[in-house]
């Protein structure tokens, strides 16, 4: 979901625009109507500042909660506001169908919320045009101010600290690209990376690289994710195996632009990706790294959000701010058409720095902020929130009083004045037709009025929502009963994270005419309300819930505190083995499931045996000792166990093993018992016959049977026995043995091997010749 070409386009033509309003008028206008974007030669400085500091003071009252919060959690980000100076209604009618039809979508699997007019308006493939809505939603900073969406707002500048090829793998984990670390496709065969670097390697090489300082390698590998999934096997844009362009690689789907039809993104994308000789994955990277860097982030767009929603204009010179912001277009230079893509992206890089135990890195967070922003976030496009058909509390009917007992018409009209004389008049305005049968307030349909007019006609608003007027002179105010107070089913809660509770609101007095009411939250970060009362615990703190009547503006509140759940116990295993160099990765129990920090201290009695590092264990020589795994979170829960740190997987005594693993010269008859009895470990053995079956311990070993070393599931080290004269691995010199080693010399040892050819050298005298055939055969007759 890119929009790329025309944006580079736009950058190299506009980027020396100084003073040509003229030129650019000429030269510029039918351009500029394609993207409806907004150009900007010389914006005042006010348009774009940074905040000097990380305090949360430089932010706007209903940003400051959400900073303060993250602050708490994490002490060493920085949070730095940046002043678009960008209306925000004027924002999200720019990134809306209103001024491009194409510059926001979603997928169409997304609910009809947020869909343009609740329907799929394909634009692109699977994509639809995004409503409004959901425009907002995605645009408001304030929604994404928690541990996961803040990521989209990091500084995309080369960091050493996170560009390790650790961190890197976590991005790349579960996708085909994990699974092949050092290989990828060309024309359906399997090529090894340039010069044996690892995909790793190359993301951290490439995002170094590129531009003058370098770019995050974290969101390299993210945006690759993002754009192609990594998925080297089976997705055209990166798997070097297209009919169209084969051994060509478009890692960034760059000029992956879709025909008139809305198809053919990936063709034209590796079409492009041709023309530019991208017929290597370092190439591709390399090329899309630049791309990023001299496209995007050198002009302001360093940060995920900000390619998306181009609003950013920093200054040309931070120590001469009169010299103005360097953009030359806003709004319409985005690298991506998918409103999700900064959250997506987002996620995936909290993930690997979470597995790499990087969150608590230096990161700075350039947060945007708009002028004329509404005071409460912008609410998400599934809330349930929805205009009632009562807006107001000036009710009124309507009453013929010339005459009584008859039935009274009236006629709702479009505009404020009428259009003929009779409804059947051709050009009419009458948009409803009221018919009342019945005398007396209460039997007349109600209304509510929205405005008082000059004219001789009132504005009002019909139960299904329409505006329509009528005349003053049938308009008669209805005297409803009042509302005098209302109280919540609560005034206190206590909840825990991601808890939830219902209030309900008791209205005054019950037979109220006007029961409508609106929630809201003192912080919504900490708690949020929706329309119903349904209040969900957010992060921890304290929040006012609070129910106001439309109708005389009635308060009820209710004191929510949401406070952590602390661990109850912490378990692991009663001991585990270790290999000395090697690192043992813990995942021990903590119950309660819903544990708010579930994160431990490791501590280690003999620190000459093993010690800890990056939260794992690492062994140092020799020994066992005790460890010790301690929570927290407060509770002070703990366990222990025993690591047994070894120089070896294991070692054997009794056994013949050469240097390729093989156990030789073991007797016939010998059991697995007795395998296993001669191997020293730590770890779990298994030993497996060449039929593949597990062997139980009083089961016979043969030719081939494999003696495995396990750590869980994962094979750590492997013997193979031999047992000479048992060719066929049945533990047994049977005339089965005899007549593969017959074949075998006649068919120009062909029939077997390496294992059973071992097996069938009886002689032992490294050849497989008529003298072992002539032995088997004897030892056979004489048994």
């Not at 699974?179 to 690892?198: A, F, H, I, M």
């Not at 701010?321 to 360097?326: A, V």
């Not at 806003?330 to 135990?357: C, D, F, R, V």
């Not at 590092?613 to 690492?618: R, S």
Request: hydrophobic share 35%.
């Amino acid at each position: 979901m890119v929009n790329k070409n025309i944006k580079i386009k736009i950058r190299k033509m506009l980027k020396n625009v100084v003073v040509m309003t003229i030129i650019l008028s000429i030269s510029m206008s039918n351009f500029i109507n394609i993207v409806n974007a907004v150009i900007y030669t010389n914006l005042p400085v006010s348009q774009t500042r940074y905040a000097a500091t990380d305090n949360s003071s430089v932010f706007p009252d209903s940003y400051k909660q959400y900073i303060k919060n993250l602050k708490a959690s994490h002490p060493n980000w920085t949070f730095k506001a940046v002043y678009t100076g960008l209306d925000w209604t004027e924002s999200v009618r720019q990134e809306s169908y209103e001024v491009k039809t194409g510059i926001s979508l979603v997928p169409d699997s997304y609910s009809s919320n947020w869909k343009k007019d609740w329907v799929n308006n394909y634009v692109d493939g699977t994509f639809v045009i995004a409503s409004k809505k959901a425009v907002a939603y995605t645009l408001d900073p304030r929604n994404y101010l928690n541990d996961t969406g803040i990521f989209q707002f990091e500084a995309l500048d080369f960091n050493n600290e996170t560009s390790t090829t650790s961190t890197i793998d976590k991005v790349l984990l579960g996708t085909t690209m994990s699974s092949y670390p050092t290989q990828y496709k060309r024309s359906g065969t399997w090529v090894t990376l340039e010069n044996g670097l690892t995909w790793a390697q190359i993301i951290i090489n490439s995002a170094k690289n590129a531009g003058g300082s370098g770019i995050s390698s974290v969101f390299l590998a993210s945006r690759m994710k993002q754009e192609t999934s990594l998925e080297i096997v089976n997705n055209e844009s990166i798997n070097g195996s297209s009919i169209t362009c084969p051994g060509v690689y478009n890692f960034f789907n760059i000029g992956s632009v879709p025909n008139s039809d809305g198809q053919g993104s990936v063709t034209n994308g590796l079409a492009y990706a041709s023309s530019k000789g991208w017929t290597t994955p370092a190439a591709s990277i390399n090329a899309g790294a630049t791309v990023l860097w001299s496209s995007y982030i050198k002009w302001g767009q360093n940060t995920i959000y900000f390619q998306k929603f181009d609003v950013n204009n920093p200054p040309k010179d931070v120590n001469n701010l009169s010299l103005g912001g360097i953009a030359t277009l806003l709004y319409g230079s985005q690298y991506m058409t998918n409103i999700l893509a900064p959250t997506t992206e987002s996620k995936i890089t909290y993930n690997a720095y979470s597995k790499a135990s990087m969150l608590e890195s230096n990161f700075v967070f350039y947060v945007p902020v708009y002028d004329n922003m509404p005071s409460s976030v912008s609410p998400h496009p599934d809330s349930d929130i929805t205009e009632s058909s009562i807006t107001g509390t000036d009710i009124i009917y309507l009453d013929d009083t010339t005459d009584t007992g008859v039935n009274d018409v009236f006629y709702i009209r479009s505009s404020p004045e009428k259009i003929g004389i009779n409804p059947s008049e051709a050009g009419n305005n009458i948009i409803s037709t009221i018919i009342e049968r019945q005398e007396g307030a209460e039997n007349r349909t109600k209304f509510t009025r929205t405005e008082i007019g000059t004219n001789g006609w009132d504005k009002i608003r019909l139960n299904d929502g329409t505006a329509g007027y009528v005349s003053q002179t049938y308009v008669k105010d209805y005297n409803y009963t009042h509302v005098t107070g209302v109280t919540l089913s609560t005034s206190t809660a206590a909840l825990k994270l991601n808890e939830t509770i219902t209030l309900t609101a008791n209205i005054s007095p019950t037979n109220a005419y006007i029961k409508n009411l609106t929630w809201n939250s003192s912080n919504s970060s900490i708690a949020s309300v929706d329309s119903n009362g349904k209040v969900i615990a957010l992060t921890l703190g304290t929040a006012n819930i609070t129910a106001t009547t439309l109708d005389g503006s009635k308060v009820a509140t209710c004191a929510v505190a949401v406070d952590k759940t602390l661990a109850s116990s912490i378990s692991s295993n009663s001991e585990y083995p270790l290999v000395i160099g090697n690192y043992l990765q813990l995942a021990p129990t903590i119950l309660p499931s819903t544990t708010t920090d579930a994160s431990y201290n490791i501590s280690v009695a003999d620190t000459s045996i093993a010690t800890v590092e990056n939260g794992k264990v690492k062994g140092l020589k020799a020994g066992n000792t005790i460890v010790t795994l301690t929570t927290k979170d407060g509770s002070n829960k703990s366990c222990t166990f025993t690591l047994k740190v070894t120089e070896t997987v294991s070692t054997t005594s009794n056994l013949i093993v050469d240097n390729m693993g093989i156990i030789t010269k073991v007797a016939l008859g010998t059991t697995a018992s007795a395998i296993k009895g001669n191997i020293t470990t730590n770890y779990t053995e298994k030993l497996i016959n060449s039929s593949g079956t597990v062997l139980a311990d009083t089961d016979k070993v043969g030719t081939g049977t494999k003696v495995q070393i396990l750590n869980g599931t994962t094979v750590l080290q492997e013997y193979t026995i031999v047992i000479y004269g048992d060719i066929n691995g049945d533990a047994k010199v049977t005339s089965s043995d005899y007549v593969l080693i017959k074949n075998y010399i006649m068919n120009n040892k062909t029939t077997l091997n390496n294992i059973q050819a071992m097996g069938a050298d009886f002689n032992i005298d490294g050849k497989v010749t008529s003298s072992d055939y002539v032995l088997i055969k004897n030892y056979i007759m004489q048994n």
